[in-house]
């Protein structure tokens, strides 16, 4: 915004001093003149992209500079991971969607540089999540990928950051996310996918990387976006909460049996639910969970002992939200809100007293369709980054400063 008002005022005062002298430009020329400017000042500022927060922090993407690759893919999520443990967030990018494209790994340099890739797999998938961990203890990073209507796919991490042919888990369905967690509490990494129009599943790890044993939670007609998993209600079990394009959302609560049978639902029945974040926002101990909605505000759902989540608090306008992270990203004490939407502004709500959230749009000259939004300290400064998984446009990411 200074830069903008620094630009308009140097114009206004060139022109003025023209006139007075009689001095005449024709359009093209001052036209010319103006791009020349706003770019001296852009210089002169220092990024040509940044967005101020309070005074004290700030989100940076010097014009598409700070992008995870070129390429222009239907991206669907990007997952920050350490895959080849050398300290520093790695990007694995899922590509496709319906249609078949290339897997990525992008590795970072260390300060925040992708410039060295490597496709995953020897052929094109249609591909919606990405996770990573390792699945059978063997001391290397492991890949599992879900897809859409194709069996999902596991790479077995080797020495030099090979990665094995690829074996299958879950059953062919239109899947639409992937979450890792110990879910039966056995020390290994379980597997739980969402799927869209079928029942959503959970990939029992044997401790050596087999998911032979699947359960199944939910009802076929349920359309599954996405699912977290956390202790909601602090009982030492985990329960899953899963955001619903159709219908209300919910939250499945564990037993000793992985049954997922006692189910709460949250939320608005007519309105379309595409993402969820879960943390404490006000500081009560309590976890409350964010929703990020089709054409509708997205909304904080309070959590208290008798997990009603009657209480609510609505943020922005109505857009379009394809994805919702909830972090402290300037690092005050105060939870934060970075919303991903279609065709249009990508926006962060920085978290302030008595839950109180100040709106800041990102880069107002792009719209693209951000499918999914990650968050990680990208160039170790000790600051979480923002990364924009966009279909059909470069995935972006911004640097987060705070001033001294």
């Not at 080849?84 to 790994?105: C, F, P, S, T």
């Not at 160039?379 to 446009?393: F, H």
Request: aromatic share 10%.
């Amino acid at each position: 915004m200074a830069i903008i008002l620094v630009h308009r005022v140097v114009l206004r005062e060139l022109l003025n001093f023209w006139k007075m002298t009689g001095f005449t430009c024709k359009k093209n020329k001052l036209m010319k003149l103006n791009k020349i400017l706003k770019n001296m000042l852009l210089a002169v500022f220092g990024a040509i992209s940044m967005t101020t927060f309070s005074q004290n922090v700030s989100f940076q993407n010097a014009d598409g500079f700070f992008s995870i690759g070129t390429q222009s893919n239907r991206t669907a999520s990007i997952t920050l991971v350490d895959v080849d443990k050398d300290g520093d967030l790695d990007a694995l990018v899922a590509n496709g969607r319906h249609w078949a494209e290339q897997n990525y790994i992008y590795y970072n340099d260390g300060k925040g540089g992708f410039k060295m890739a490597r496709p995953i797999g020897n052929f094109l998938d249609a591909s919606y999540a990405i996770k990573s961990a390792d699945f059978n203890n063997d001391g290397f990073m492991d890949i599992a990928v879900a897809n859409d209507n194709i069996p999902n796919t596991l790479y077995f991490g080797t020495e030099n950051n090979r990665f094995t042919e690829r074996t299958s888990f879950g059953t062919i369905s239109p899947s639409r996310n992937l979450e890792i967690a110990d879910v039966d509490n056995d020390g290994d990494m379980d597997l739980v996918i969402s799927n869209r129009k079928a029942k959503n599943e959970i990939c029992l790890n044997d401790g050596q990387g087999n998911f032979t044993t699947v359960l199944h939670f939910g009802d076929g007609s349920d359309q599954t976006i996405q699912t977290l998993v956390t202790d909601i209600n602090n009982d030492g079990r985990q329960d899953l909460i899963t955001a619903e394009r159709q219908g209300k959302n919910k939250i499945y609560l564990g037993d000793e049996k992985l049954s997922f049978t006692q189910v709460l639902e949250f939320g608005n029945e007519n309105v379309e639910t595409r993402s969820i974040g879960i943390a404490d926002m006000n500081k009560d101990g309590f976890q409350d969970i964010v929703t990020g909605n089709l054409e509708a505000k997205n909304t904080i759902y309070l959590g208290n002992e008798r997990l009603n989540f009657d209480k609510t608090l609505e943020l922005g306008s109505e857009r379009s939200t394809y994805s919702i992270q909830v972090a402290d990203l300037d690092q005050d004490g105060h939870m934060d809100i970075v919303e991903g939407n279609s065709e249009g502004r990508n926006y962060v709500f920085l978290g302030k007293e008595d839950m109180d959230f100040q709106e800041i749009g990102l880069r107002e000259d792009l719209e693209d369709d951000t499918y999914h939004i990650a968050i990680g300290d990208l160039n170790n400064d000790g600051l979480p980054d923002i990364v924009e998984a966009n279909s059909g446009a470069w995935n972006l990411y911004y640097r987060t400063l705070k001033s001294r």
